[in-house]
C-alpha cells in the first residue's frame, strides 16, 4: 500500500543544515497499523509529512501503491496533534467535516457521509455544535470523522491523542481501533507514547535520533480485538513495551557510558 525508499529531509543547505530524516526506508502493507516512535527530536513529524506529501523529501521517495508522492494524494487524509487548529471555530461539526468533501459529489452526499462519520465516532445529535462547545477529546473524534468522512485508503496520525487526558485518550485509541475496522483503512500512526504504540499496532517502526534512520521494526503479534486491561496485562504485552524502550533509550545510554 504505502512505500518510503531511501527518504531523507534537511532544512537549509550547507554548514548550517540541520538533518532531520536520514535514508528511511519502510513499507505498510494494505490494512496494517503500523506505529512510528523514537526519541524526542527524532523527526517523527516531519517523516509524516514527506509521507503525506506535505514537505517535500530531500532524497528518497514515497510511493502509494505504486505512484510517487509529490503533494498530499486523494487516498490519504491526515489528523494532526493540535485538533484546536485544525477545525474551523466558525463552523459546525458537520459543515468542518463537509468542506473536504465538496469536491468529491453532491452535498446530499457529502452530509450523508459526514453524519455517517460522526455516528461511528460516537458524536451523533452533536452536528450543529461549533467546536469550541464541545471538550478536546469530542475536538479530536471530530478531527477523526472528517477524515473518515473523506473515506482514504490511508490515515496518517500525528501524535493524535497527545493533548488529551489519560482517560480520553484511552477511549480514543479504542475508538480508532474500532473505526479503522469498520471502515477498511491503513493506519500510520505517529506517537512518543510507547504502550500506545505496542496497544495499536501490527508492527512498531522504532526511529534512531536524528537525523533518523529505522533503528528496528517490532512484529506486535497480540491478539484482537484489544482491551486497555486484558491487553496490557499480558506478558508478551510487557515484553514488547520493554524492547521499545530499551532501543530507544540504548544509544543514550552508551553516550553516558562513553
Known amino acids: 500500500m504505502l512505500e518510503v525508499v531511501g527518504l531523507s529531509k534537511s532544512y537549509g543547505t550547507g554548514a548550517k543544515a540541520t538533518h532531520a530524516v536520514a535514508q528511511v526506508d519502510l513499507r505498510v502493507e494494505e490494512l496494517e497499523f503500523v506505529g512510528i516512535v523514537g526519541p524526542s ?16 523529501p530531500t532524497a528518497g521517495e514515497t510511493r502509494l501503491r505504486g505512484r510517487v508522492v509529490t503533494e498530499p494524494p486523494p487516498e490519504l487524509a491526515v489528523v494532526f496533534q493540535d485538533y484546536s487548529r485544525s477545525l474551523f471555530p466558525w463552523l459546525t461539526v458537520r459543515r468542518n467535516i463537509v468542506l473536504p468533501l465538496t469536491n468529491k459529489g453532491s452535498t446530499a452526499a457529502a452530509v450523508a457521509a459526514a453524519d ?22 469530542m ?21 493524535p491523542f497527545a493533548s488529551v ?13 474500532r473505526v479503522r475496522e469498520q471502515f477498511g483503512v491503513t493506519v500510520v500512526l505517529v506517537t512518543h507514547d510507547i504502550d500506545e504504540a505496542v496497544y495499536m499496532s501490527d508492527r512498531v517502526v ?19 480485538p484489544r482491551d486497555q486491561i486484558e491487553t496490557k496485562a499480558l506478558p508478551e504485552f510487557a515484553r514488547l513495551r520493554s524492547r521499545v524502550y530499551e532501543t530507544i533509550m ?5 553516550a553516558v557510558a562513553r
Open 41 to 56: 527530536g527524532a523527526g517523527k513529524t516531519t517523516l509524516l509529512k514527506c509521507i503525506a506529501g506535505l514537505l517535500a
Open 116 to 137: 455517517e462519520a460522526l455516528t461511528a465516532v460516537g458524536l451523533a445529535g452533536f452536528e450543529d455544535h461549533y467546536p469550541w462547545q464541545l471538550s478536546g477529546g
Open 139 to 159: 475536538q479530536q473524534r471530530v478531527a477523526i470523522a472528517r477524515a473518515l468522512a473523506y473515506q482514504p485508503k490511508v490515515l496518517l496520525m500525528d501524535e
Open 165 to 177: 487526558d489519560a482517560q480520553t485518550r484511552a477511549e480514543l485509541e479504542d475508538l480508532v481501533l
Open 206 to 224: 522504532i526511529l534512531s535520533r536524528p537525523p533518523s534512520t529505522v533503528q528496528e521494526t517490532l512484529d506486535v503479534d497480540l491478539p484482537r
Open 250 to 254: 540504548e544509544p543514550a545510554r552508551e
